[in-house]
């Protein structure tokens, strides 16, 4: 099933028009299928489901409280990398026991708030962290529970500010550190080394990193045993590819298919933390056009969403496809040829930067002003990104579910901008 598919030439989310939902909520509009969700999220679990993994959704791709609590419900466990984030997943339902904390800048405060939830696994990035770790644990009189987080020095071939799991990334240690760590953790009673955890980055649309990553930690939990850790955790992280373009990501039985021989072989448990292959494709973002212009040879659709809301383009040069709501020329196979009765058009927004656009030099059919554009993929880093940049109030978030809508996000009023601030 599609559930962002045009019928009689007009785009529906599952049985919902996106116009109807523009009429009543206006534009900039995130528009979620709450079937796509839960279906990816399942992909996983199923694709994984020899080793009963524990799915830690990535809260960061997309913290939506809605969203949590339908992961939740569904039986997914969540990847947190805040207090805040720590605090939704609770506000969402979730069993803290389940939950892993991972980030490169664990504050006491932090540390606190997860001990005394009693999280899974702590992901450590450096020997700072866990002696913090160690002090606040000894304080509180509990064992914290813990995964070195390695740096494997595995080119997951990422865009450069994505990539974390090669060598003079900020993140995670070398296998000398790591050792070392571990010797640590064993001598102190109130660390207990359950694991070892790495992240290679993302997007990663190849299965092959993953391949080695898994190796690598049976070699290394094995090691670990022999120095007498119980350690019976292997966690890899998220990262698996999304399709923006069209199938560029395998499935997630392509990367079960490369991971689960090896922690069959560990006699390990698995945990894994996707964020965009479970959320990224259920939202796509609705912009209306505000005008057209022609100027230095190139046509210009300026629209109503901006790198405010979705930042990915001008942040990465990320590709999203584009096309109007109600076309005139059936949408395409591939968003980045040539369309016959299409113009090249560079589609930005309102934000005075010239790094404000959603795409550029892309194929579409005439647009006018007040036509509706969708900007397809925008469920995961969409939401999670946006800002008040240009005081600009952030969108309304619908999730649609069969042929019923609701609010999951009311749209910012002027008001919410100030709400915060003293005079
Ligand atoms: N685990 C760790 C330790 C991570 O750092 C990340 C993402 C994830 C899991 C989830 O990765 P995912 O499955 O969502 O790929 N804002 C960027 C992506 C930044 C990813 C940061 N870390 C973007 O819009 O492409």
């Not at 946006?386 to 619908?398: C, D, K, L, M």
Request: charged letters at 25%; proline letters at 5%.
């Amino acid at each position: 099933m599609n559930q962002f598919e045009y019928r009689d030439g007009e785009l529906y989310c599952e049985n919902v028009r996106i116009a109807d939902l523009v009429k009543q909520h206006g534009t900039p509009l995130w528009v979620y299928s709450q079937s796509k969700l839960l279906q990816e999220y399942q992909a996983i679990r199923d694709a994984f489901a020899a080793v009963k993994p524990v799915i830690c959704y990535s809260v960061k791709a997309n913290s939506n409280l809605s969203l949590l609590k339908l992961l939740n419900e569904a039986g997914s466990s969540f990847d947190v990398v805040s207090g805040g984030e720590l605090f939704r997943v609770k506000e969402a339902g979730a069993d803290t026991t389940r939950v892993v904390f991972a980030g490169v800048g664990k504050t006491n405060a932090e540390i606190e708030q997860a001990l005394l939830n009693n999280i899974l696994m702590f992901n450590v990035e450096s020997e700072a962290e866990l002696e913090s770790i160690a002090r606040v644990a000894a304080k509180l009189k509990r064992v914290a529970p813990l995964a070195l987080r390695l740096n494997p020095d595995i080119d997951a071939k990422t865009h450069a500010k994505t990539t974390t799991g090669k060598k003079g990334n900020k993140f995670g240690m070398d296998i000398e550190k790591h050792n070392a760590l571990a010797a640590k953790v064993l001598a102190d009673p109130n660390l207990e080394l359950r694991g070892i955890h790495m992240h290679l980055g993302s997007p990663i649309n190849t299965t092959d990193p993953y391949e080695q990553a898994a190796k690598k930690a049976l070699d290394v939990v094995t090691e670990l045993r022999r120095q007498g850790h119980q350690t019976n955790w292997i966690n890899l992280g998220g990262g698996f590819g999304l399709n923006y373009r069209g199938t560029e990501a395998p499935p997630a039985s392509a990367y079960a298919d490369v991971i689960i021989p090896y922690i069959q072989k560990a006699e390990c448990r698995l945990a894994l933390e996707p964020g965009r292959s479970i959320v990224g494709n259920a939202a796509v973002l609705i912009s209306q056009v505000i005008y057209t212009k022609r100027e230095g040879g190139k046509l210009f659709i300026i629209q109503d969403a901006a790198m405010n809301d979705l930042v990915r383009p001008a942040m990465y040069d990320s590709f999203h496809s584009i096309w109007p709501v109600a076309p005139s020329v059936p949408v395409p196979k591939d968003f980045e040829a040539e369309v016959p009765g299409c113009e090249p058009a560079d589609v930005v927004g309102p934000i005075c930067e010239s790094g404000d656009y959603l795409a550029k030099q892309r194929w579409l059919p005439a647009v006018k002003t007040g036509d509706l554009m969708c900007t397809y993929s925008a469920g995961a880093y969409g939401t999670a990104m946006s800002s008040n940049y240009n005081s600009r109030p952030r969108g309304a978030e619908i999730l649609v579910n069969g042929s019923t809508s609701r609010i999951i996000r009311r749209r910012e009023t002027y008001e919410d901008l100030i709400a915060a601030e003293k005079v």
